[in-house]
């Protein structure tokens, strides 16, 4: 007979805990179904860092210029191909690069004809991927900077032969080399800017 009242007891207690529940004290919010996040603001998860689209233009990066393909001797044949612009008078402004062996140039050049010759490509290569003209002369220039020269046609023949047969194949803005050529450049490679 014990287990009997147990049993009895048992769903008395169940209800007299419910209905104590609703009587004085209030009971905990009953639990709600499945909420969704929309429910809860609060707990919504936040979107990943916006990342550029695709179709979006960057933000400008700093980086290196790349590095220019610059075929100097081929360059040099296109441009003596073309030909003179008709312009009365111009101003130049050139990057010598000059070797030893050439006419009064051993106290300023101390490297040989084909490291001159390397050397110019090089400076070359700088100039046409968008180098400071200005700051190569001063780097580089065995003349005198800022190296520049106004000609006209009269004026032409006391300067370097190689300075007006360049010259005036350019636009204002061009760049040209004159290759080192014992008449016509007999002091090396001159890198030639027109800047009028």
């Known amino acids: 007979m014990k287990r009997i009242p147990h049993l009895v007891l048992a769903p008395l207690l169940v209800l007299s805990?419910?209905?104590?529940?609703?009587s004085t004290t209030p009971s905990p919010a009953p639990a709600k179904p499945a909420e969704?996040?929309?429910?809860?603001?609060?707990?919504?998860?936040k979107p990943p860092p916006a990342e550029p689209a695709a179709n979006a233009p960057a933000a400008p990066v700093e980086s290196p210029k790349p590095a220019a393909t610059a075929n100097m001797d081929a360059d040099i044949a296109t441009l003596m191909a073309k030909p003179e612009q008709p312009d009365?008078?111009?101003?130049?402004?050139?990057?010598?690069i000059a070797f030893r062996?050439?006419?009064?140039?051993s106290s300023r050049a101390p490297r040989s004809k084909d490291e001159a010759k390397a050397l110019a490509e090089k400076v070359y290569a700088e100039v046409v991927a968008g180098g400071d003209f200005d700051a190569l002369v001063k780097q580089y220039t065995?003349?005198?900077?800022?190296?520049?020269?106004p000609l006209d046609q009269a004026s032409r023949k006391g300067m370097v032969r190689s300075f007006g047969d360049v010259g005036w194949r350019l636009k204002v803005g061009e760049v040209g080399v004159a290759p080192?050529?014992?008449a016509a450049s007999p002091y090396g490679w001159h890198i030639i800017k027109r800047l009028q």
């Open 17 to 22: 805990a419910c209905s104590s529940e609703t």
């Open 36 to 45: 969704t996040p929309a429910a809860k603001p609060a707990e919504t998860p």
């Open 88 to 96: 009365a008078s111009i101003t130049i402004q050139h990057i010598l």
């Open 101 to 105: 062996d050439a006419p009064g140039m």
């Open 142 to 149: 065995n003349d005198s900077p800022p190296g520049i020269y």
């Open 180 to 182: 080192w050529d014992k």
